[in-house]
Structures are given as C-alpha cells and as structure tokens.
C-alpha cells in the first residue's frame, strides 16, 4: 500500500473574502512500508498539521493524501474508516491518550470491542501486545494515573498495533520523556517496525532522533520542506 | 557561600482513595482496589547554597517535581509530607498558608512546567505579569499603573522581548510556547526572589528556544544572583547550567556531584545507564523499567534493573555515602 502527499497546502482562517495565513505550500513527500520518513524543523512551522493530514485528521487546503493513487478526499464512508484503521497516529502526550476515569483494560478493550472480538479472545490477544510492547499484565488494572510516562507510550503504541496499521504517524513520540524512557521507545518502535513492516512518519524537533530512526529526512521551514536525507 | 535551603529526610506519600476511585468507575471490579501508598519522596536530603544551581535529573515519576511542588506548599491535600525544608533556617513545612503564601514569589519561586497550562488563558500578559506586584502589596495606590507597568515592561525586556509594551495587551492562545514560557519566567523573576525552581522549563522547546532559554537563566543569574533549583530530563542543558547534580530514581538520591564528574566519570550505574541512553551514546536503553513506588524492592531499589548487582543488593538499602563533596548511593562503588 503507498500512502503519498501530493502537493499540500495549509492555510489558516482563510475564506471566501480572505486569503489567510500559509503554514506551508505545496509540500510532497511518499511513506514506504517499514521505512521511517522523518519531518523536523522547528516549533509552529507545521510539522503536526501536516503528520494530521497525512493521517486523514485534518483536511489540506491544497493537494491531496492519495492511498495507492486514490485521493483521501474522494473517499467514500466505509473507504475512508479503512483508511483510519490502516493509518493511526500516535500523540506526543501519552497521558492525553488515555480515559483518566477507565482501567487500561477498558481503554485497551474498546479497540477490541470496535474489531468485533469476542471477549475470550479479546484477553489473548492483549497478553500478546503486552508481550509485543514489554510490559506485564498487572498495567491492565491500573489507571493512567498509575503508570508512568514511558509504561503509558509503550500502551498508547500496543493499543495503535491491535488495529494492525500499515502506517503510523508518530508525533513527537519521546518529547514527554527522559532520556532513558525515550531510548526504549525507539528501540521498541524500531522492533515492530521490523517484526511488522510498518511505514511511520516520524515528526520531532530532535534532530538526533529523527538521524537515529530514519532513512529519509525531510526539514519543513518557513513553509517549504526541503529533503536533506534521500 | 551561606545555605539557603536545606532538605532533611524528606518524606512525600500519597494515599490512593479507594472511594473515589469506585466512584469513577461503578460499573467496573470494585473488589480490586486496595488502599495504597505512593511514596513519591524517600528520605531526601539536600540543600542548596546561595547563588547555587542544582539540578535534578532522573526519568519520569522518579519525585523531581513532587520536591519542587513539597518545597512551594503546593501539594494535594491527600498528600504526607514528612522531614523538615529549611529556608535560611525556617522549616517551610511548619508555617501557616498565610506566612507561607508571603514566601511564595517573593523569596521562592517556580516556573512551571507547562508554560500554556500555567498562564490563565482570560487575562491578558500584562495583568497576569503585575500580579506579583497586587498579592505581595508592592503596587502602591499613588504609584498604581504606570509604576507596575514599567516595572513589567522592564522584566519583559529581560527576557528577550525588545518591545515589551506590544505584549501587554496579548493573551497567552496568541503566543507561542516559546513566548509563554518567557512570561512566566518574567512573572516568577519579578520580585527577584532568592531561590527560582525551574520545573523542566526546556520541555517541548526546539533546540533555538532551548538555547535561548539557557541563555535567559544564565542572563537572569548573574543580574539577580538567585539560586537556582533546575529540574530537568535534558541532560545537555543541565550539564550547562548546573553548579551541582542530583541524579533521582524511584523517590530518592542516588549520586550527587559536579557536572564535570557525574558527566565524565558517573559511579552509580543507574547514572551510567541513564548517560548511556543518549543520543550521543547510541540511544542504549536500561533494560526494565522503573519500579511502582507503591511497592519498591527490597534492597537497592535499582538492583531488578543493574548489570553488576551482587547479593548484598537485594537485601540491605544503601545508605547515601559522602566523599570529597559528592555521594553515591551504592555498595559497589567506590
């Protein structure tokens, strides 16, 4: 499956009367299966708009997310929930991912519930991502309060794998996180990109992140991303 | 130098409320929950001399900011706290929220960690920067206006902003992190206060901000001469600033020394897995994870995670030993 941004353009608060505010223009760039495409540059340049449109988010002013030649915006209903399940997105908080109110069970048991799991299988199944993500299974009855930032990504990223995505946006994944948090999770992220041939798009501020996980890098500054690994 | 702050045995739980938590959820297991103990802080002792920087690093939840929140009073009401926090020889713990609150950004202040959540998004920059001024009775009636005012201008220039009268009127959704997070840093150097705590103020900042933030503390440092309590993941920016670092895990100190020495020649090896885990390094993780503070081993707290642990480790807790002003937290380092 390709998944490729053709020419997108951001603008805010534009209008019929008003031209608004470019974020960037005509901005192209294609993800590969198990292969990390890196987006730096700096703070409010637009890097988390444009993981957003690429994840079906956010809508482009401009240009268009095309799934194997199929544009994003001519999709129908049920072609456009695929997509969702195909591409997830993963947020940079991990404590904003999560139902503060519900155990991690029932925040991980809903994903289940959406695939029409039965619930005998819905438990082997989350002992398996579990295993996949490094964690035991005690988390399940904690609240998200409980657990700790690291403990709460590796989740967030279990929970986004039970969907069985092709592509996985990942927005700033670690900058919540010390140092040594942030080295498991690229190195668990690296496995499953690995163990599943998942396509990510990688967006982060860190320029040795970005240099550690990708095989292509793209830079977004000043409304123009300029490729600087090919 | 004189010591300014001095932390003894400090001590911070908090006792998970089994009610609320039935409450949120009725329709889930009740039988589960147990009324538990989270010991935040263990025994924690440090102090801070006058015109001092410490910092204290460690991974997330290991206490950093339940300190900082012990030291500022700001802690929930289901929190203990034990020990004593001395402040040029004043035990904090044992004022009154009246007294206490005469403290707070007058001789101490923070920066919080979350510039946008921190900043009250209804009131513009310039009322909430002058705040300072109205709680601690410094805003005159007959010097009301434009006294404050350029007395706000004034710390807005101190922090990078070369038309400070521009921001006044702006409120913190129409500024960026970066922007925000010098407010507060103006709003909590306001009153020059003898002991700033920086609360991971470079968190989320690209590595221009970063730099222009450590260039503001050092800047405000060397006017001001207030120490500085630094809490922070990022250990470049520690390295650069601190005077002195304290590393933490699972509630409690497990090394201090200078920069130079902990960075160059670490002894605990949570400290070595913990420089070991940057970039420059090759991003080589410490295997497992930190254990619940509700219920950590026995023992060295680190030994379920260390490379080099001997028998001794999983029974006996190490004491913090001192030598040639550093300390170190284990039996096996010399």
């Known amino acids: 499956?390709?998944?490729?941004?053709?020419?997108?353009?951001?603008?805010?608060?534009?209008?019929l009367l008003r031209e608004g505010k470019c974020i960037f223009r005509e901005v192209s760039f294609e993800l590969e299966p198990g292969k990390t495409f890196g987006l730096m540059g700096p703070s409010g340049e637009g890097k988390s708009t444009l993981g957003r449109i690429i994840a079906g988010l956010e809508s482009p002013t401009d240009g268009a997310v095309l799934l194997n030649g199929n544009p994003l915006?001519?999709?129908?209903?049920?072609?456009?929930?695929?997509?969702?399940?195909?591409?997830?997105?993963?947020?940079?908080?991990?404590?904003?991912?999560?139902?503060?109110?519900?155990?991690?069970?029932?925040?991980?048991?809903?994903?289940?519930?959406?695939?029409n799991n039965q619930e005998t299988k819905r438990l082997?199944?989350?002992?398996?991502?579990?295993?996949?993500?490094?964690?035991?299974?005690?988390?399940?009855?904690?609240?998200?309060?409980?657990?700790?930032?690291?403990?709460?990504?590796?989740?967030?990223?279990?929970?986004?794998?039970?969907?069985?995505?092709?592509?996985?946006?990942?927005?700033?994944?670690?900058?919540?996180?010390?140092?040594?948090?942030?080295?498991q999770i690229l190195h668990l992220l690296k496995k499953v990109q690995e163990e599943q041939g998942i396509g990510y798009l990688l967006i982060s501020h860190d320029e040795a992140v970005i240099r550690f996980m990708s095989e292509r890098i793209g830079m977004l500054k000043k409304g123009k991303l300029d490729m600087i690994r090919t | 130098m004189n010591t300014l702050l001095e932390i003894k045995d400090l001590i911070v739980s908090f006792q998970e409320n089994e009610t609320e938590n039935k409450n949120k959820n009725k329709n889930e297991d009740k039988n589960e929950d147990k009324n538990e103990t989270v010991t935040a802080?263990?025994?924690?002792?440090?102090?801070?001399?006058?015109?001092?920087?410490?910092?204290?690093?460690?991974?997330?939840?290991?206490?950093?900011?339940?300190?900082?929140?012990?030291?500022?009073?700001?802690?929930?009401?289901?929190?203990?706290?034990?020990?004593?926090?001395?402040?040029?020889?004043?035990?904090?713990?044992?004022?009154?929220?009246?007294?206490?609150?005469?403290?707070?950004?007058?001789?101490?202040?923070?920066i919080f960690q979350n510039p946008?959540?921190?900043?009250?998004?209804?009131?513009?920059?310039?009322?909430?920067?002058a705040e300072p001024f109205r709680i601690h009775g410094q805003e005159k009636k007959k010097e009301k206006g434009n006294t404050t005012l350029s007395k706000v201008s004034g710390a807005l220039k101190r922090v990078g902003f070369s038309n400070p009268h521009e921001y006044l009127g702006y409120y913190p959704s129409w500024c960026s992190g970066g922007m925000n997070q010098r407010f507060l840093i103006a709003a909590s150097t306001m009153l020059d206060p003898a002991l700033l705590i920086a609360d991971e103020p470079s968190k989320g900042l690209d590595r221009d901000r970063v730099s222009e933030l450590e260039n503001e503390l050092k800047n405000l440092k060397e006017k001001n001469e207030n120490a500085l309590l630094l809490i922070s993941h990022d250990l470049g920016f520690v390295r650069r600033l601190a005077d002195r670092v304290a590393v933490m895990y699972a509630g409690e100190i497990i090394e201090i020394a200078g920069p130079s020495s902990l960075f160059e020649s670490p002894r605990h090896p949570y400290t070595r897995g913990l420089l070991n885990s940057l970039p420059?390094?090759?991003?080589?993780?410490?295997?497992?994870?930190?254990?619940?503070?509700?219920?950590?081993?026995?023992?060295?707290?680190?030994?379920?995670?260390?490379?080099?642990?001997?028998?001794?480790?999983?029974q006996e807790h190490p004491e913090l030993k001192e030598s040639n002003g550093s300390a170190v937290r284990c039996f096996l380092c010399p």
Request: proline fraction near 7%; charge should be positive.
């Open chain 2, 41 to 110: 802080v263990s025994c924690l002792s440090f102090s801070i001399r006058e015109k001092e920087t410490l910092a204290l690093v460690g991974e997330t939840g290991c206490g950093k900011s339940v300190v900082a929140h012990a030291i500022m009073r700001l802690l929930p009401p289901e929190s203990r706290v034990k020990g004593a926090i001395e402040f040029r020889g004043k035990n904090l713990l044992e004022m009154s929220e009246k007294e206490m609150a005469k403290f707070r950004g007058k001789e101490i202040s923070i």
């Open chain 1, 1 to 15: 499956m390709s998944l490729k941004a053709e020419n997108i353009s951001k603008r805010y608060g534009s209008g």
């Open chain 2, 116 to 129: 946008s959540l921190a900043l009250n998004p209804v009131y513009s920059i310039g009322h909430q920067l």
């Open chain 1, 73 to 115: 915006s001519g999709m129908k209903k049920a072609e456009y929930a695929a997509f969702r399940h195909r591409v997830q997105m993963m947020f940079q908080d991990p404590t904003d991912s999560f139902n503060p109110r519900k155990r991690i069970e029932h925040s991980i048991s809903e994903v289940l519930k959406l695939l």
């Open chain 1, 124 to 183: 082997q199944i989350t002992k398996e991502m579990l295993k996949t993500i490094g964690l035991p299974e005690e988390v399940l009855a904690r609240y998200p309060a409980q657990l700790s930032g690291g403990q709460l990504q590796r989740l967030a990223l279990g929970r986004i794998l039970l969907l069985e995505p092709e592509y996985i946006v990942l927005d700033e994944p670690t900058s919540a996180l010390d140092v040594s948090v942030q080295a």
């Open chain 2, 280 to 314: 420059e390094n090759g991003f080589v993780p410490i295997p497992g994870s930190s254990p619940p503070l509700s219920n950590p081993p026995a023992g060295c707290r680190f030994h379920p995670r260390c490379r080099i642990k001997e028998k001794r480790c999983m």
